[in-house]
């Protein structure tokens, strides 16, 4: 089965980042979503808005980006979620997070329970898990793909190691970054490893063979069955970097899940996250042109 007929689902938060210049459509599930849909790939989100001005626009917003809302439910209850967005004079993003919003309520609905049925490839990331009924409709969606892939956002205060150990338990692939990965290590006192010695060690854990780190402007490192194989990272003016990684992680997926080189992968993962780095807002439109210029051009 060749990676375009393959069906992609991804869960979890979608929200508006509140940021600097102004309000953009966020949250790292639809993020990743909309960078596969950019790549041409078969992907849907399911995530929950409140029934609400903000909760309209991003079904418009999602609509308009050629992505299925069939899957986005409307809480009567909760409202949509608003993320605060502080960027360092490193361009490097902090978020202040909301809670409770629509998407801590996701339900297991009889049309999600189908496309999860139907999905060859499952993303999913450990901030939307920190209520306990959006937690439980991962869980059945993990029960019913085969491949699963977590993107893990520990977000304090919102990184319980009770709550995201379970996810990475039960996936096949696991994206992180250097702090992440830390933070791992630190809940089994591991603070004199390397970081490639965190990731072994992971691997090792979790049963996990492929664990992906990424170190922001000094590149990535990818443990794949064994093996350690790096990238330097793509040298661009970064305008901000919210959505960098939902970008690489897109990126990745689409190059590796086709049985590529690894060492691909992640330059064309790393060209993807750069090029995002590069422009305003997480999800900047682009096609795979101007990715593949990255490549040429740097």
Known sequence: MVLKEKKILCIGEVLWDMLPTGAKPGGAPMNVALHLKNIGLNVQIASRVGNDEQGQKLIDFLEQSGLSTDLIQIDDHLPTSEVLVNLDNKDQASYT????????????????EKVANESDVLIYGSLASRNSVTCDAIMKCID???FKIIDVNLRPPYDRQEIVEPLIARANFIKLNDDEMREVGRWYNLTDKSEESLMSWLGEKSGVDTICMTKGPEGSVLLDKGEFHKHSGYQVETIDSVGAGDAFLAGF?????????????????????????SKEGATPAYDLEQIKSIFTNL
């Open 97 to 112: 997070i909301c809670e409770p919003v629509a998407w801590d309520a996701i339900e297991f609905t009889p049309e999600l």
């Open 144 to 146: 019913r793909v085969d």
């Open 253 to 277: 997926i689409s190059s590796y899940l086709q049985d590529n080189d690894p060492i691909e992968a992640l330059y064309f993962a790393s060209a993807t996250g750069a090029y995002v780095a």
